[in-house]
């Protein structure tokens, strides 16, 4: 990557990778995080921290290098690679939410078919509804896992908007419109929100259901409501 981006980094330049916590109950995440280290084991150290040269990684004056007719060549080549990441980022985005949205499907439906209509704990049994709990908490965490990954992938977004060209400061905008950070709220499923009885008449979607495919029209503005 260092030929291809035509520099070296620069020590403790490039940036980590972290999820951060979006629940309490998020077994990860924070600076606290402690580094896998096991005697006896040969583990890489802190192997699952370490940063990938990548342009959003690169410190920002890398990525906003001043053209000048000296420099020409290895700016644009540095545009290219934001250019080239910023896609990378929009498909990686776009499965984590699509990915979401079937959990948080399956999260809703364990509610309503296994535990708020099981008739509770005397017709169902303590044990099924046991598993039914299980599996909504694994659900749950998986829901929660993937908004991580969507959001470390926004803050990669964000940090290729130093962009010193006009085209890429305007794509890395509308992206930025486009995939926003996703909150503890527009993650949470329960009976109250995610029913199909009509028990939560004031619940609306959140936004990332409201997504169109990008380059169609959105008349509604879909993808700007609740900014």
């Known amino acids: ?23 309490a109950a998020d077994e990860w995440g924070g600076d606290s995080e402690p580094r896998h280290s096991r005697p006896g084991l040969n583990l890489r150290q ?3 921290f370490r940063p990938v040269d990548l342009p959003s990684s690169r410190g920002p004056g890398w990525r906003s290098l001043i053209v000048t007719p000296e420099n020409a060549q290895q700016a644009k080549v540095r545009t290219r690679a934001m250019h080239i990441e910023r896609k990378v980022l929009a498909a990686r985005m776009d499965e984590e939410l699509a990915t979401m949205r079937i959990r948080i499907v399956d999260q809703a439906n364990t509610y309503l078919r296994h535990i708020r209509s099981g008739g509770g704990n005397e017709r169902r049994g303590y044990h099924l509804g ?23 992938c926004v ?27 996703l909150k503890a709220e527009d993650i949470r499923c329960t009976t109250a929100t ?34």
Do not use: C
Request: overall charge neutral; aromatic content about 6%.
């Open 155 to 181: 803050d990669r977004l964000r940090k290729l908007a130093s962009d010193v060209t006009e085209a890429g400061r305007v794509e890395s905008q509308e992206m930025i419109r486009r995939y926003r950070v």
């Open 130 to 152: 046991n598993i039914a709990q299980g599996e909504v908490q694994n659900q749950s965490r998986a829901v929660r896992l993937h908004a991580q990954i969507y959001n470390m």
């Open 46 to 48: 802190a192997a699952e």
């Open 1 to 23: 990557m260092t030929k291809v981006l035509g520099s070296q980094p620069s020590d403790g330049e490039l940036m980590e990778v972290r999820l951060r916590a979006l629940l």
């Open 194 to 227: 995610y029913s199909t009885r009509g028990t939560s008449p004031k619940f609306s979607l959140p936004w990332f259901w409201r997504m169109v495919p990008e380059g169609l029209d959105d008349p509604e503005n879909a993808s700007e409501k609740d900014q």
